[in-house]
């Protein structure tokens, strides 16, 4: 375990690749640990040039819980963000990303390359907008504006991602992430089940936490539209998404590229809400040259 202080918490955090090289910094998304990362996508990277950290978010897999905020009322909590009612909530993605420059401090980074997925691209975005001198280059994966008017999920995709397992024995475990994997992930390229068992297995035993994936929705609901905020971003930033992603429609990443100045946003066919292995060296590509292109 690596743990290092930073923004009144403990974050869990993994490095890897010459200090020496430029950083950057991989913001997972919704109750996601840091593993969700694939270890392919982090190689590439360093093999491409790059000090590349990737840590858990609070209330997520080895960083600080917060149990003592207690649970809140997700249904209550979008119906008075709807109304125009600024909900109550333990955290917000404002906090979060004060998390990564914590991170970025302790650790003695002035500026890094902020790569972030799902919700990770909203906190990589509100990174990029709140600490803009931080910042070396955005690149949001995945992820969208908050705007209301963009196309929702896929109801299988909500269910899936929103429902408990139904005991916390390892067969019932591995069920929901496979049926979670296959709900989001990528049609075109479908994980083997033999691979996601072992990523279930070891995820589950790094940390079992679903307590913490309500709070960080509710950050998300309280959020809101970002699209304003994004007007404030000036950090080249690349928009990459998939075209077959039914939890975040593709509509959500061009609507993120339009509202920050210069971006420009890849597309990748039959690639869902996942990070597939057969697609790693394309995106490991298409984010390094983009890093390097901001430098």
Request: hydrophobic share 40%.
């Amino acid at each position: 375990m690596t743990q290092i202080a930073a923004n009144n918490i403990t974050i869990e955090y993994e490095a890897y690749g010459d200090k020496a090289n430029p950083p950057m910094l991989l913001v997972m998304g919704l109750g996601a640990q840091l593993t969700y990362w694939p270890m392919e996508l982090v190689d590439a990277l360093v093999e491409r040039g790059f000090h590349v950290i990737r840590y858990d978010n609070r209330d997520i897999g080895l960083s600080t819980k917060f149990d003592q905020a207690g649970n809140p009322s997700i249904p209550w909590t979008m119906i008075k963000a709807r109304m125009g009612i600024k909900p109550k909530v333990p955290y917000r993605l404002s906090d979060m990303a004060a998390d990564a420059v914590g991170l970025l401090d302790a650790l003695g980074i002035d500026r890094a390359h902020v790569v972030g997925a799902s919700m990770g691209g909203m906190i990589s975005q509100l990174i990029a907008a709140e600490y803009p001198n931080r910042v070396l280059s955005l690149t949001s994966i995945m992820s969208t504006t908050g705007h209301r008017k963009l196309p929702q999920a896929d109801n299988e995709a909500i269910q899936a991602l929103t429902t408990r397992p139904k005991s916390t024995d390892m067969e019932a475990i591995r069920a929901h992430g496979v049926r979670i994997a296959r709900a989001i992930g990528s049609p075109q390229y479908p994980a083997p089940v033999e691979r996601l068992h072992q990523h279930i297995d070891s995820n589950f035993q790094r940390s079992f936490y679903p307590e913490g994936m309500a709070r960080q929705m509710a950050a998300i609901i309280a959020d809101g539209d970002r699209r304003q905020r994004l007007a404030h971003v000036k950090a080249p930033t690349l928009v990459v998404h998939g075209e077959a992603d039914p939890l975040v429609k593709v509509e959500g990443g061009h609507d993120t590229a339009a509202h920050i100045e210069g971006a420009t946003i890849t597309t990748f066919p039959g690639m869902g809400h996942d990070l597939p292995v057969e697609l790693v060296d394309q995106m490991a590509d298409v984010i390094a040259r983009h890093a390097v292109s901001a430098c």
